[in-house]
């Protein structure tokens, strides 16, 4: 079923499409009891092996808002025959790539505020056990409360999150997942042992899900390279994509 008929079909009020890919479609929606919030909607075929942006929600489900607001929220979800509805929080100034871009030299200050709740963002995340493995200006989000006249940074996109049951800064095996340029180079280091199946050339190659050796460090690695790009609007490194 198409996505805004789906949406319709259980009650929420299209606002506008804000965004769209492989995976289905973004929506602004009015919900009876959120208010204006997005909703995603996946096409259940992509879902697979992508289960851990639906734990999430009932993993934080039981620490109200205030615990941390430095994080985007995913409410609830409701999974349908052929696509799923993730139903999440709004932030209402866009990301802060597109904040970087519109901008010229930040100030020290300003850059202090935003990596300060950025921090307390990731720290509350892997407390939780939740390793978020695609920071980036892109998947960080502004949002001012109306009538507060302060702006909030929050992580969202959990669609590469991987979940450690126990402390998420022991080693464990991990795939390339990620956006290039911010991948901690742990990642790039294929495991020995790593399980291989045959590609379309007959070669082996190992398998993505668990072909490298990582932590939770891998989020701060990629949080001090959005640093440096803030400041310099460019990256430390050649991005391993153009190598």
Not at 21 to 47: C, E, M, R, T
Not at 148 to 162: A, F, N, T, W
Not at 212 to 222: E, L, N
Request: hydrophobic share 40%; net charge neutral; aromatic share 10%.
């Amino acid at each position: 079923m198409e996505g805004r008929k789906l949406l319709q079909e259980k009650g929420l009020q299209i606002l506008d499409e804000i965004g769209s890919g492989s995976f289905g479609k973004i929506f602004l929606v009015n919900h009876p009891s959120y208010g204006v919030i997005v909703a995603k909607v996946i096409n259940n075929s992509d879902l697979y092996g992508n289960e851990n942006e639906l734990r999430i929600i009932e993993i934080l489900k039981n620490d109200p808002p205030q615990t941390c607001p430095f994080i985007i929220r995913n409410y609830e979800y409701k999974q349908c025959e052929q696509q799923t509805i993730i139903l999440m929080e709004h932030a209402n100034l866009g990301n802060l790539f597109d904040f970087i871009k519109a901008s010229n030299n930040l100030s020290y200050s300003t850059i202090r505020i935003i990596m300060k709740q950025l921090l307390l963002g990731l720290n509350y995340l892997h407390s939780k056990g939740i390793i978020h493995r695609d920071i980036k200006g892109q998947n960080i989000m502004l949002h001012s409360p109306p009538g507060s006249g302060i702006v909030l940074v929050k992580i969202g996109d959990y669609g590469e999150v991987k979940i450690s049951e126990q402390n998420p800064f022991l080693s464990m095996r991990m795939s390339y997942k990620g956006t290039y340029g911010f991948m901690a180079p742990e990642l790039f280091i294929p495991i020995v042992d790593a399980p291989k199946v045959s590609d379309e050339n007959g070669q082996m190659v190992p398998i993505l899900n668990e072909a490298a050796i990582g932590d939770a460090k891998v989020d701060i690695w990629s949080i001090g390279i959005l640093l440096y790009y803030i400041r310099t609007r460019k990256f430390p490194f050649r991005n391993p994509q153009n190598q």
